[in-house]
């Protein structure tokens, strides 16, 4: 099992700055991503930027690259989301995932989710 815990939400004005933390407890093993989601009230989870633990490799979904940077801290086993230039429609809640998955931005590849943290970008 995974736990995880995720922190960090708020509200700020557009083109303001956020870090989102997610940290991880239980067991970890070789082969897993973890990634960022978020939801619009009424709309399914949309992947946001994802992360290959072992390799440190990522990828984001175009709406957010260049904007959003997905980073792990192995020592704290803490998953990060740095959000810069925030619009206003990035406000969400916004989830952390876990899975033994490839890189992926789909919320099936994900076993294991935390309980979300609110975001919300003013004009």
């Known amino acids: 099992q995974v736990q995880l815990v995720e922190s960090g939400g708020g509200s700020v004005q557009a083109g303001g700055s956020l870090r989102l933390s997610c940290a991880a407890s239980?067991?970890?093993?070789?082969?897993?991503?973890m990634a960022w989601f978020r939801q619009y009230p009424g709309k399914e989870r949309e992947g946001v930027a994802t992360i290959y633990i072992s390799s440190g490799t990522t990828y984001y979904t175009s709406s957010v690259r260049g904007r959003f940077t997905i980073s792990q801290d192995n020592a704290k086993n803490t998953l990060y989301l740095q959000m810069n230039s925030l619009k206003t429609e990035d406000t969400a809640m916004y989830y952390c995932a876990a899975g033994r998955t490839a890189l992926s931005l789909l919320s099936s590849s994900y076993s294991y989710w935390g309980q979300g943290t609110q975001v919300t970008v003013s004009s």
């Open positions: 239980g067991h970890t093993y070789a082969g897993t991503s």
